[in-house]
C-alpha cells in the first residue's frame, strides 16, 4: 500500500508539472551533450590539429558543468518548494491520520527519486541521440563524410551527468522535505497567509520607469556604438546601466500595466487589474531577472551564430595543397620539381589541378618610400563623411608605399577555380588585392566606388590606373600569407617590375572524384600521410594542406556552436521555469480571492480566462523586452566584439537573428500553453465551495 502511494503521488506531480519535469529532461540532454564534447567526431580530429586549443576549451567544460549545476540548484529547490507548497494540506491530512513524520520524509524522498530516475530515463537516450545526429551532421558538413562517423558513448558524460543530476535534485528535495516534516500539522492543514506590501506613490513607479529606459537606452548606445568594448571599465558600466535599467523597467512597468487595462473591456476587469499589478510590483525583480536570461540566451544564439557565420564566410575554400620550396631552387624550376616528387609518390593522379602563385617585390629601384603613390584614391576616401571605416581605411592604405605583386595569369586560374569571374587588364592597368584578414564588406563597398572611376597611380615613376573589384580570394591554401595590399598586375609587367625574381607557391586541389567518395577530411589525411614519408625536406620543399586552416575554423565554429548553445538552453530553461513557477505560487497565494469570486457567481469559463489572461501578461512582458533587446544586443556584438570579423554579413547575421527570436516565441508559447493549463487545473479545483469553520 506504501508503494502504492508512492506511485500514485508521483505519477501525479509529474502531471500537475509537466514544465519543471520537462525542464529537467532538457537539462538532462543539456548535461550529456556538453560532457561528451571530446567523444564528437569533430573534437577528435581537432585534437590532432589544434591540440593546445581543444585542450584549454575542454578544461572549460567543468567549469560550466560546476556552474550550471549551481544555477540549476536553486530553480530546482524553488520549483520543489512550490510543488510541496501546494501539497501542504495533504501532508497534514498525512500526519494527522498517523504517519510518522519520518515515514513522511521517506515517502517525499522515494516520490522524488522515482521522477529523478524517470527524466534520467527519458533525457539520456534523447541526448546520445542527439549527440549521434549532430556528429552525422558535424562530420558530413565538415568533409568528413558518414564512413568516418564511429558510434561513441561517452561513460564519464554519463556518469557525470546522472551523479549531478541526481545530487542537486536530492540535495534541494531533501533540504525542502525536512523543513515540511518539521512543522506542525495546524500550519499544514491552514491555508498559507496571503502577504500584503505597501505599495509606493505613483511618482515613484513613473520615476522608475523612465529611469529604466533611460539607462538601458544608455547601455545600448555605448555598445552599439562601441565604446563599451574599447575600455573594461566602460564595459562594466554598460553592464550595470544594462541590470538595473532592466530592474527599474519592471518596477514601474505598473503604469503600463495600467494604461492597457484600462483599455480592456470584459468581466474580471478589475480584479485581473489588480492581480496584474500586485505581481508586477511583487515579483518585479524575478521579471527582470528571467528577461535578462533569456536576453543572455539569445545573444549566445546570436554570438555563436555571428562567429560561425564569420568563419564560414573567411574561409574560401578553393585550394587543398600549397608547396613551396626553402632552397636556392630557380623560380621557374618549383612547378616541375613539385610535379617530379608527386610522380614519385603516385600522387599526381590524387591532384585534379596544379597551379602556381608568382609573388614579388618591386625590383626596379631601391627605394623604399614613395615607390607607389595613389593619392586620388585617398583624396577620395578622405572627402568621405567622416566615421570609422574612413579612418581605418586611411590609416591602413597610408603604409603602402612599396606592395607586393602577383602576377594576373596565375591569380585568374585561382579566380576560374573559384567560380569567379577573371581580371582583364590593360598593360597600364592593376587591379588591387587585400586579404580578407584586413577587410570588411563596408570597406570593401567605400573602395569599390573608388576603383570604379578607374583612379590614377604612380608605380615607380609610370603611370596606372586601378580598376576592377577589390580582390580577397586567399592566395594560398593556409593563412600564412596574408598580404594588407597588393597589386595584381599583368604577367608582362610582373615580370619587368620583379625583375624575374619572385616566390612561387604551388598551389594544388585534390580530385573531386575521390573527395567525393571518402570525404574531404580523409582525402586530405591520406595525401598527408604518403608526403610526411617522402621526405620532402631532402627535396627542399615544404608543404600545407588545407587541414590547417579547417582545424582553425573548426575549432572557433565548436568553440562558438557548442558553448554558447549549451547556456543559451540552460539560461532559457531556468528563466521559463521561474517565471512559470512564480507565477503558481503568487495564483495559489490568492487562492482566497478566486473563491471569493465562486461564492459571488463567478464560473469555470470567467476565472480560465482571467487566469490564462494574467499568464500571458506575467510571461509575455519578460519575453517581449528580451525578444526586443536581442536584436540590439546581437547588432551590439556584431559592432563590437566581432568588428572586423563579421564586417560582411551583418545584414544576414540580423535576418538570422530575427529568425531565432521567431523560434524563441515557438519554444515562449509552448512554456506559456503549459503554465495556463496548470493554472486552469488549480483554479478547477476551486469550483466547488467549501466551508470554512
Not at 404 to 426: C, F, R, V, W
Request: charged letters at 15%; aromatic letters at 10%.
Amino acid at each position: 500500500m506504501f508503494s502504492d502511494l508512492i506511485l500514485r503521488n508521483s505519477k501525479r506531480s509529474r502531471k500537475e508539472n509537466g514544465l519543471f519535469f520537462s525542464s529537467l529532461v532538457i537539462s538532462i540532454v543539456a548535461f550529456y551533450l556538453i560532457l561528451s564534447l571530446s567523444k564528437q567526431d569533430v573534437m577528435m580530429f581537432l585534437q590532432k590539429m589544434e591540440s593546445d586549443a581543444v585542450n584549454k576549451l575542454l578544461l572549460l567544460v567543468p567549469v560550466f558543468y560546476v556552474l550550471t549545476l549551481g544555477i540549476l540548484f536553486f530553480l530546482i529547490y524553488f520549483a520543489c518548494k512550490y510543488q510541496l507548497q501546494r501539497r501542504r494540506h495533504e501532508f497534514g491530512v498525512y500526519l494527522m491520520m498517523g504517519m510518522r513524520r519520518g515515514t513522511l520524509f521517506s515517502l517525499l524522498m522515494a516520490e522524488d527519486l522515482i521522477s529523478s530516475l524517470l527524466a534520467l530515463v527519458i533525457g539520456i537516450p534523447v541526448a546520445v541521440l542527439l549527440s549521434e545526429i549532430i556528429s552525422l551532421v558535424t562530420a558530413k558538413t565538415v568533409g568528413m563524410g558518414i564512413i568516418g562517423h564511429r558510434f561513441s558513448l561517452s561513460g564519464s558524460a554519463l556518469v557525470f551527468t546522472i551523479v549531478g543530476f541526481l545530487g542537486i535534485k536530492l540535495a534541494a528535495f531533501s533540504i525542502l522535505s525536512s523543513k515540511i516534516c518539521r512543522q506542525e500539522i495546524g500550519g499544514l492543514l491552514g491555508d498559507e497567509p496571503e502577504v500584503t506590501k505597501k505599495q509606493k506613490p505613483q511618482s515613484v513607479y513613473i520615476l522608475s520607469f523612465f529611469g529604466g529606459l533611460a539607462l538601458l537606452a544608455a547601455a545600448y548606445t555605448m555598445a552599439i556604438g562601441g565604446t563599451a568594448w574599447q575600455i573594461p571599465g566602460m564595459m562594466f558600466v554598460t553592464e550595470l546601466c544594462g541590470f538595473f535599467g532592466t530592474l527599474l523597467l519592471f518596477y514601474g512597468m505598473r503604469i503600463l500595466i495600467q494604461f492597457f487595462a484600462k483599455m480592456g473591456t470584459g468581466k474580471l476587469r478589475v480584479f485581473n487589474i489588480r492581480q496584474l499589478e500586485e505581481n508586477v510590483i511583487h515579483q518585479s525583480t524575478t521579471m527582470a531577472i528571467s528577461s535578462l536570461l533569456i536576453l543572455a540566451a539569445l545573444c549566445c544564439f546570436g554570438a555563436g551564430v555571428g562567429i560561425v557565420g564569420t568563419n564560414a564566410q573567411n574561409d574560401d575554400h578553393v585550394l587543398d595543397y600549397t608547396f613551396d620550396s626553402y632552397d636556392d631552387i630557380p623560380s621557374e624550376e618549383v612547378l616541375p620539381t613539385v610535379q617530379t616528387m608527386l610522380e614519385e609518390q603516385n600522387l599526381a593522379e590524387q591532384f585534379s589541378d596544379l597551379l602556381p602563385m608568382r609573388i614579388g617585390h618591386i625590383r626596379t629601384t631601391d627605394a623604399y618610400e614613395g615607390v607607389f603613390q595613389m593619392d586620388s584614391v585617398m583624396d577620395a576616401i578622405a572627402a568621405l563623411p567622416n566615421s570609422y571605416e574612413q579612418d581605418v581605411l586611411l590609416n591602413n592604405l597610408s603604409y603602402t608605399d612599396k606592395p607586393y605583386l602577383i602576377m594576373q595569369s596565375d591569380y585568374n586560374k585561382l579566380l576560374e577555380l573559384a567560380g569567379k569571374p577573371t581580371l582583364d587588364l590593360a598593360p597600364n592597368e592593376a587591379g588591387v588585392y587585400i586579404s580578407a584578414d584586413f577587410i570588411n564588406t563596408e570597406r570593401t563597398k567605400i573602395l569599390n566606388q573608388i576603383f570604379s572611376t578607374h583612379p590614377e597611380a604612380q608605380l615607380d615613376g609610370a603611370q596606372i590606373f586601378l580598376t576592377g573589384e577589390l580582390q580577397t580570394t586567399n592566395l594560398v591554401t593556409d593563412r600564412s600569407i596574408t598580404l594588407s595590399f597588393a597589386l595584381i598586375l599583368p604577367d608582362e609587367q610582373f615580370r619587368y617590375y620583379t625583375q624575374g625574381k619572385y616566390n612561387v607557391y604551388v598551389n594544388g586541389v585534390l580530385n573531386h572524384e575521390t573527395v567525393n567518395e571518402i570525404g574531404l577530411m580523409n582525402a586530405i589525411s591520406q595525401v598527408n600521410n604518403r608526403l610526411d614519408g617522402a621526405n620532402l625536406d631532402g627535396k627542399g620543399i615544404s608543404y600545407e594542406s588545407y587541414l590547417q586552416n579547417m582545424g582553425r575554423s573548426l575549432f572557433y565554429m565548436v568553440a562558438a556552436g557548442y558553448i554558447t548553445i549549451y547556456l543559451a538552453i540552460i539560461f532559457l530553461v531556468v528563466a521559463n521555469t521561474i517565471l512559470g513557477v512564480q507565477f503558481l505560487m503568487s495564483q495559489r497565494k490568492s487562492g482566497r480571492r478566486y473563491k471569493t469570486l465562486v461564492r459571488l457567481g463567478a464560473d469555470y469559463a470567467v476565472l480560465r480566462k482571467s487566469g490564462r489572461n494574467q499568464v500571458q501578461w506575467f510571461m509575455g512582458l519578460p519575453i517581449a523586452v528580451a525578444a526586443f533587446s536581442s536584436l540590439l544586443g546581437v547588432k551590439a556584438i556584431v559592432k563590437g566584439a566581432l568588428a572586423g570579423r563579421v564586417g560582411g554579413p551583418q545584414n544576414a547575421i540580423m535576418l538570422v537573428s530575427a529568425a531565432m527570436i521567431l523560434l524563441l516565441l515557438v519554444v515562449e508559447y509552448i512554456y506559456i500553453t503549459l503554465v495556463k493549463r496548470s493554472s486552469d487545473r488549480y483554479l478547477l479545483t476551486l469550483m466547488q465551495p467549501q466551508r470554512e469553520e
